[in-house]
């Protein structure tokens, strides 16, 4: 039984270290209870409010928010990875305020990166210490601090990159059976419903992998068949966000996300930082250097030669090397879908790393003890630690900071209102009613907003618009949630007219007013109705009611998600007691 629970220990004292790394990183949010509210907070606690409070009252409206959004109606988890939307509510309902919220959430996505990283690490057989190490710098660059920073989705498809890297190292290394379909499956189906443009990132990601893989496969029809599981296994599991966007998107004009330029976000050198958009000249001549070091000796270590070598191009291609201005010019979609270049290090940071981790490895392994290559190789290691560490954790306290003074927002530019009482903002954070925040600071969004055919054509400013029409005018009436997840609107007119209503309406909406449905109405430019009102007390009730075809679809991805996890723990277990 001892030396049982010795090995445990021994097991675990990884991830102990990670543990104690991740509680580091957010100890200025920990020592000074500080709330860090970024660009994309208030989206998001609004999403994340909306399926805390359906859960507490058992009343579910999958497309419709009601308790969020100023009570509009409009539709943003359904189509924005529903169910992390849902697994962030249970949380918040654990926490019970946004300061305990965004404690347990930081944790959470610091662990599962840095441990992700440290297993990939271990895959590519880097010493332990050193697999720790590039865990520890991991856990401190590029995105996946950003969603302590500012709550940025981007920061989850770092957390799980290193797990899909791992796939592709799989492919590699695993000639009898490349593709563990299970494994593949799951990562693909996580991501999907965490964060879309990620998922893009990893697919792509792993196409040279694939590639390789079947050039080493002593099976390559095998490999083929796996893949082609695993695809049609994700495809099933993640039928409940991609058949949300096919049935809203048949049926309604569906509004972009915001336009950014591309040359702008991309990433660039800097002295000390080492954020979303910046990389320290360190770094940079550290990843250049690891680069050299491979191809001019490729075949010391193909496998090194190969993610180093795939981990720098997307590096270049992050960066302001890349024409970016050229190719907004060429392709201009790319302003609102990919939005930053610099998204692109989620895949670049882990294979670069973890080709370092590698390198190192060979060198201590290769070496004497005391040697000055050895000791050199590993100082540097220590070194990019404290170069990444130390530059987070100021910014860190910098954002902390921001919380007692009077700027308290890291970015007022999309906020359509702040409350001037910053000591009641402060207090809402902590307060045991999440929703007090929502409505002390509110913040404009055109995602996902439904634009009228007469309107399509002019996207750029219906955040704006939404701003006028909808947090504006919201609390003129008075909002009411009824069962089956439709939601009631009553009001005082003090005549008869014509009454433009803060709600949001899809083709798909069965809007009733003073007791008659209405099925033909002017709607504005973000798709609010106009109905006549008489005089006196007026009600309206909004329901949302999917396609038929979508609610067979959601019962078959149901059952599907069922036998997954029963399978799935099944294989865990077995694979544990084996």
């Known amino acids: 039984m001892k030396e049982k629970t010795i090995k445990l220990i021994k097991q675990g004292f990884p991830y102990y270290l990670i543990i104690i790394m991740s509680c580091l990183i957010i100890s200025p949010q920990i020592i000074s209870q500080g709330v860090i509210l970024g660009t994309d907070s208030i989206f998001h606690f609004n999403r994340f409010y909306e399926t805390a409070q359906q859960i507490r009252y058992w009343n579910f409206s999958y497309f419709q ?88 989705m981007n920061a989850w498809g770092a957390a799980l990159s290193p797990y899909m890297i791992i796939c592709g190292i799989r492919m590699i290394q695993n000639s009898e059976q490349p593709i563990n379909v299970l494994q593949l499956m799951t990562v693909m189906t996580i991501i999907m419903q965490i964060h879309l443009l990620s998922s893009v990132f990893f697919v792509v990601a792993l196409i040279p992998f694939f590639i390789a893989g079947l050039i080493h496969s002593n099976n390559p029809r095998l490999m083929w068949i796996d893949l082609l599981k695993a695809v049609i296994g994700t495809i099933i599991l993640t039928a409940n966000i991609w058949g949300a966007l096919l049935m809203i998107n048949l049926n309604n004009h569906i509004a972009y996300p915001a336009n950014f330029n591309l040359f702008a976000n991309a990433l660039r050198p800097a002295t000390f930082s080492n954020n979303r958009r910046f990389l320290s000249f360190f770094i940079w001549f550290l990843f250049t250097a690891q680069f050299i070091f491979v191809i001019r000796k490729p075949h010391r270590s193909s496998l090194n030669t190969f993610i180093t070598s795939w981990g720098f191009l997307i590096l270049i291609l992050s960066s302001v090397i890349t024409p970016w201005k050229k190719f907004q010019q060429w392709l201009p979609f790319l302003s609102h879908t990919l939005q930053f270049p610099s998204r692109l290090t989620i895949i670049a940071y882990p294979l670069l790393f973890a080709g370092i981790a590698m390198t190192i490895t060979t060198i201590v392994n290769s070496t004497p003890k005391y040697s000055l290559s050895r000791n050199s190789s590993i100082g540097i290691l220590v070194v990019t630690l404290l170069l990444v560490f130390i530059p987070t954790n100021i910014t860190i306290s910098r954002k902390v900071a921001n919380y007692y003074s009077d700027a308290l927002f890291a970015n007022l530019s999309a906020l359509a209102k702040v409350s001037t009482n910053k000591a009641a903002i402060r207090y809402s954070t902590q307060s045991s009613h999440p929703g007090q925040l929502l409505s002390l600071v509110e913040k404009r969004s055109p995602d996902y907003l439904p634009l009228p055919s007469n309107y399509a054509g002019n996207k750029s400013k219906h955040s704006y618009d939404y701003q006028s029409q909808i947090i504006k005018n919201a609390n003129n009436f008075h909002h009411t949630v009824l069962k089956g997840g439709k939601l009631k609107l009553t009001w005082t007119a ?7 209503l803060p709600l949001v309406t899809y083709h798909e909406s069965v809007l009733t007013v003073n007791g008659r449905r209405v099925t033909h109405y002017q709607r504005s430019s973000i798709g609010s109705p106009y109905v006549h009102e008489h005089q006196g007390l007026n009600t309206a009730t909004l329901r949302f009611k999917p396609a038929s075809w979508f609610n067979y679809l959601l019962v078959i991805w149901l059952i599907s998600l069922s036998i997954y996890w029963v399978y799935g723990s099944y294989t865990f277990y077995k694979h544990r007691i084996a």
């Not at 969020?68 to 305020?97: E, H, V």
């Not at 003090?494 to 433009?500: F, L, N, Q």
């Open 65 to 152: 928010s009601n308790y969020s959004f100023q009570q509009s109606g409009r539709i943003i988890n359904a189509t924005y990875c529903p169910l992390f939307a849902y697994f962030n509510g249970i949380i918040l309902l654990f926490a019970r305020s946004w300061y305990r919220y965004q404690i347990i959430t930081n944790l959470l996505i610091y662990f599962i990166g840095g441990t992700g990283m440290y297993k990939l690490c271990i895959k590519l057989h880097s010493k332990q210490s050193i697999a720790l190490i590039t865990a520890f710098i991991y856990m401190n660059i590029g995105w996946l601090p950003r969603w302590e920073l500012a709550q940025n």
């Open 494 to 500: 003090d005549h008869s007219g014509t009454k433009r």
